[in-house]
């Protein structure tokens, strides 16, 4: 039987089977001899253990698509990062930074910006302007209204989406109104679960429907872009990516060479100036990092 890990606690794995729901399993020994371990998210192969009590042996893990290391979470689809549009304000440079991850690790990215009942249309419009440009999709929202909840399901629907975003700008009221009318087809799941509650945060997929999951992301404040060289980030600005092999010199970092293009494009707002900003800040602390 096939499924997928959406929580472990010291040593169990909880594997939700569509329409069968979760069982509570054991990795077996082979994985430790070859050292690997389970994540949450990885689909495995079960053995059936006890139908009634819901227990069972995972048997084989598929092989990843993708794997996060912070939080440990393989097989992610897609990204949605939540930011409010006011009340906080957008904290640009973290988002950016966000960005450059997923993008270092290939995995696309859905930009929800919340609070749309008390923003002003001048901040809507700037967010737009900002992330449209770079090829982004954009949804603005409203939990406290249930503004476009809709289209987030739509988005989310068939996947396994990570969502993430600093606290205080809506997102676990989004994740509750997402998951608001989940059939619990996963019996005592709740009451299996809980006996880790006191444990440490661990990472845990949500169930929205069927084969949709979303998995709530924590400690993103401290994000530091630091798992590749000064020279790759640029390639982690989709914006840059036209003005490829077009500057003076091969090679240009885009900082400070003559002739450069995406400098150019910045001057003439083709490229917005927020984003060009926190790509020569990221660049610096890179280079900062080389000579220590």
Not at 209 to 219: K, V
Not at 225 to 252: I, P, Q
Not at 268 to 278: D, M, T
């Amino acid at each position: 039987m096939q499924g997928k890990i959406i929580k472990g606690i010291a040593g169990f794995y909880y594997v939700h089977v569509v329409e069968s729901g979760v069982y509570e399993c054991k990795a077996k020994g082979a994985f430790r001899k070859e050292k690997r371990k389970p994540l949450v998210g990885d689909n495995v192969e079960i053995d059936i253990l006890n139908e009634e009590k819901k227990l069972g042996n995972i048997i084989q893990i598929q092989p990843r698509r993708n794997e996060l290391i912070r939080p440990a979470v393989a097989n992610i689809d897609q990204a949605l990062v939540v930011f409010a549009i006011t009340k906080p304000e957008p904290h640009f440079n973290l988002l950016d930074r966000f960005l450059v991850m997923m993008e270092c690790k290939e995995i696309p990215v859905v930009l929800c910006f919340n609070k749309k009942d008390i923003a002003e249309e001048e901040n809507v419009r700037k967010l737009q302007e900002i992330y449209r440009q770079c090829g982004y999709k954009v949804i603005f929202t409203s939990a406290k209204e249930e503004e476009n909840i809709e289209l987030i399901r739509h988005v989310l629907e068939g996947k396994t989406t990570a969502v993430a975003g600093p606290s205080g700008v809506g997102k676990s009221s989004l994740i509750n109104l997402l998951q608001s009318d989940v059939t619990m087809e996963t019996g005592n799941i709740s009451e299996k679960i809980e006996r880790g509650k006191h444990t440490t945060r661990h990472s845990e997929l949500l169930l929205v429907n069927g084969n949709t999951y979303i998995m709530d992301t924590p400690g993103f404040s401290s994000l530091y872009v630091n798992e590749f060289e000064k020279e790759e980030l640029k390639y982690y600005f989709s914006e840059f990516a036209e003005y490829d092999g077009t500057c003076r010199f091969n090679g240009c970092s885009h900082v400070h060479e003559p002739g450069c293009m995406v400098q150019r494009a910045v001057e003439e707002g083709k490229i917005h100036k927020i984003r060009y900003e926190n790509y020569l800040e990221m660049y610096k602390e890179l280079q900062e990092k080389r000579r220590y």
